[in-house]
């Protein structure tokens, strides 16, 4: 997570760890008030729950401009990518006041949410929708999955390493092949641009698909893999392996 976002005030929000440009601003009521019935994040309206497993939670959060979301709580480790950034205002029990900033597009975070039953409500404050994939990871604690090494795939670029997940980011231009790795554990991507992408597994036919930003899917771990941009746009995934 990036830090001193508040300089001397720290606080666990995933959302809030890719924030810019923050400034506190007045609340419009006590953030006490309606917290006191926060739903689940899974029971949330803006939060829509795409896939789930025995594993992990994948959401799609859309928040329209001027929409507020309820007050909910987060229980579980969280991973939040920005498809679409936008202004925002965080409100929270921790808070004393509301967080005003920009979400910035395409940020990773992580935050450890597991039994800490954090509470918070965010209003997209913007002209755009704000556009988030999640997910919680349902284990309290790490399933022991053997995490792949992609260091000699240059491509990737490894941003979050911890006791949970490890997380890379590639970028391809059209027509660029990745060196392939091996994908030890159960993983989730998203796409964050791209059109088209083929990826094959030695010894077996490569599959092309149709892709868009805002797309996921689920990669079960114990695959080598080698993929290509094989559209017509630059390609960037972001793939998060469970520890």
């Known amino acids: 997570m990036k830090e001193g976002l508040l300089g001397r005030r720290q606080f666990l929000c995933a959302c809030c760890a890719s924030l810019t440009g923050v400034r506190i601003v007045p609340a419009s009521a006590a953030p006490t008030d309606g917290a006191k019935s926060a739903v689940p994040a899974n029971n949330e309206p803006h939060h829509h729950v795409v896939l789930q497993n025995g594993l992990v939670r994948v959401y799609r959060v859309m928040i329209p401009p001027g929409a507020s979301t309820l007050w909910h709580e987060h229980n579980f480790d969280f991973i ?21 900033a920009t979400m910035v597009t395409g940020a990773l975070t992580y935050t450890d949410y597991a039994g800490k039953h954090f509470i918070h409500r965010i209003t997209n404050t913007d002209v755009a929708v704000n556009h988030q994939l999640c997910f919680e990871i349902i284990p309290g604690s790490a399933g022991g999955f053997d995490i792949g090494d992609r260091s000699k795939a240059p491509q990737y670029t490894l941003e979050i390493d911890n006791a949970r997940i490890r997380a890379w ?16 554990a159960p993983a989730v991507r998203f796409v964050l641009s791209g059109d088209r992408i083929a990826e094959g597994d030695f010894g077996r036919t490569v599959k092309e698909t149709a892709i868009h930003a805002g797309d996921y899917a689920w990669l079960p771990g114990g695959a080598i893999r080698a993929i290509s941009n094989a559209g017509s746009s630059p390609l960037e995934l972001i793939e998060v392996e469970l520890k």
């Open 80 to 100: 939040v990518l920005a498809v679409n950034g936008t202004k925002v205002q965080v409100e929270a029990p921790a808070f004393q006041q509301a967080i005003a």
């Open 169 to 184: 980011r590639i970028r391809l231009a059209p027509g660029d092949i990745a060196d392939a790795i091996t994908q030890q």
